[in-house]
């Protein structure tokens, strides 16, 4: 698919209504989401993958992946509104998408039986994290950005819970501010993943929240591919 | 779908697998058959789908018999293991609504619309 189709095609998918500025939600612009999936489809191949789609909002990550011909995506939020919104959006493409309500970093930390496919490692070992591998092919995610107090390391949370969840040799695509890109490279390190900057992106945030004092402001955000060691 | 539950554990717990399903209501999906994709659901060493807890998951639900007692050697060109494995997966039951019940706890997580919610 071209990418002018799939932006096209990704704007009829609908942000959820009422973002919540303690999550820090911000919906992935339909042009951003398009070059993700094509950037992912190109390196790692979408079609007839297992994906997960991490902190889906109203799911275009995940969609845009049925779209391109993954064979099943498993779209996570914590936000029940969110879900909802998600719902009626996999109800009008009719993809293969199943979505549950679940926090993403808990999903990650399940320690599961001994060859269990979420084969997470052990919810108090950090250390083997990655060593176990998960069932996903391929991961993406639009984390929060982890700026906010209360949202304080959920963007690190999410690009670890990421690379839980992927098979060896899957990849994590993740955006992170640029003003992370280095603790970003160190983290993902720890965590088993080869990680590098695939797109620099000026991601636009419109005045959302309170705390938004400007009506819109353009933040450098780093378009990151993190691959887990194959075996 | 049993592809999700498959992978779903109950949060905070070391033997909270697989979930037990109580449905209320369920509908049946009609799902593109994918040969190679459905082999690799159960491609060793990484298998995505524990087979074990499958045929678990399918006695419970009274559909024991639908898939072999182990995965058949040469899987991957056996089209009626694949098609039934297939058809279990991501066609035979989709929850709408009903409770996913932790084997170790007992804690209960409710499925409405289809949606899950482990929280």
Request: hydrophobic share 45%.
């Amino acid at each position: 698919m071209k990418l002018k189709q799939l932006v096209g095609e990704l704007q009829g998918v609908q942000s959820w209504r009422h973002p919540k500025s303690e999550l820090e939600q911000y919906p992935t612009p339909p042009d951003i989401a398009a070059h993700m999936l094509l950037a992912a489809d190109a390196e790692d191949g979408l079609e007839d993958a297992l994906v997960a789609d991490l902190g889906c909002g109203g799911g275009v990550l995940g969609i845009g992946a049925a779209l391109l011909g993954a064979a099943h995506v498993l779209a996570v939020d914590l936000d029940p509104a969110a879900l909802e919104v998600a719902a009626e959006n996999v109800e009008e493409f009719e993809v293969p998408v199943s979505l549950l309500g679940c926090d993403v970093v808990q999903l990650a930390m399940r320690s599961g039986p001994e060859g269990a496919p979420s084969g997470v490692a052990d919810a108090e070992g950090g250390a083997d994290a990655g060593a176990a591998g998960g069932a996903f092919d391929i991961v993406l995610m639009n984390p929060p950005f982890g700026t906010r107090n209360e949202s304080h390391g959920a963007d690190v949370a999410f690009l670890q819970a990421g690379l839980r969840l992927c098979r060896p040799g899957g990849a994590v695509y993740s955006l992170h501010k640029t003003s992370t890109r280095p603790f970003i490279a160190k983290k993902a390190a720890e965590a088993g993943g080869e990680a590098s900057v695939v797109a620099e992106l000026r991601f636009e945030i419109p005045r959302m929240y309170k705390h938004h004092r400007q009506p819109s402001k353009d933040v450098a955000v780093d378009f990151w591919r993190a691959a887990l060691a194959a075996g | 779908q049993l592809l999700t539950h498959n992978m779903l554990m109950a949060p905070g717990t070391k033997n909270g697998f697989p979930l037990a399903i109580e449905v209320e209501k369920m509908e049946t999906v009609e799902s593109e058959f994918r040969s190679e994709f459905t082999a690799r659901m159960v491609q060793k060493p990484v298998t995505q789908v524990e087979y074990g807890a499958l045929l678990q998951t399918l006695a419970g639900l009274g559909m024991d018999g639908t898939l072999p007692p182990a995965v058949p050697d040469s899987y991957e060109s056996n089209e009626e293991f694949l098609r039934a494995l297939h058809h279990v997966l991501m066609e035979a039951r989709r929850v709408i609504d009903g409770t996913l019940v932790c084997p170790e706890t007992g804690k209960r997580f409710p499925i409405k619309d289809g949606i899950p919610s482990m929280l």
